[in-house]
Nanobody, 124 residues
Framework: QVQLVESGGGLVQAGDSLRLSCAAS????????MGWFRQAPGKEREFVAT????????AYKDSVKGRFTISRENAKNTVYLQMNSLKPEDTAVYYC?????????????????WGQGTQVTVSS
């Protein structure tokens, strides 16, 4: 049974940083592309970042480029999202997800397992 457990969310002020973690189990982690998505109140879930199996390739939503960094530790079955210079518009529930594909994957439809989400709230 595949499980993804996110952690690291919280309430911060604009300009602060947070690091989200997602621990995976029940799958061969190093064979999976991983992604982070977010859903703000009243909005659809959207792509944030993705990382290839080895970590060599990444892709980001334009509005987080230069502020967010996705990384992974295959030995720990964990993917991270380092979020710097946070803005109120980054407030959302953040989800990690698994895509059984090669390379970077930005389409939600290509992800087949999802975590329960962690809340990030950025106050102005």
């Amino acid at each position: 049974q595949v499980q993804l457990v996110e952690s690291g969310g919280g309430l911060v002020q604009a300009g602060d940083s947070l690091r989200l973690s997602c621990a995976a189990s029940g799958l061969t982690f190093s064979n999976q592309t991983m992604g982070w998505f977010r859903q703000a109140p009243g909005k659809e879930r959207e792509f944030v970042a993705t990382i290839s199996q080895s970590g060599a390739n990444t892709a980001y939503k334009d509005s987080v480029k230069g502020r967010f960094t996705i990384s992974r530790e295959n030995a720990k079955n964990t993917v991270y999202l380092q979020m710097n210079s946070l803005k109120p518009e980054d407030t959302a529930v953040y989800y990690c997800a698994v895509a059984p594909a090669a390379g970077v994957v930005v389409r939600q439809a290509n992800y087949n397992y999802w975590g329960q989400g962690t809340q990030v709230t950025v106050s102005s």
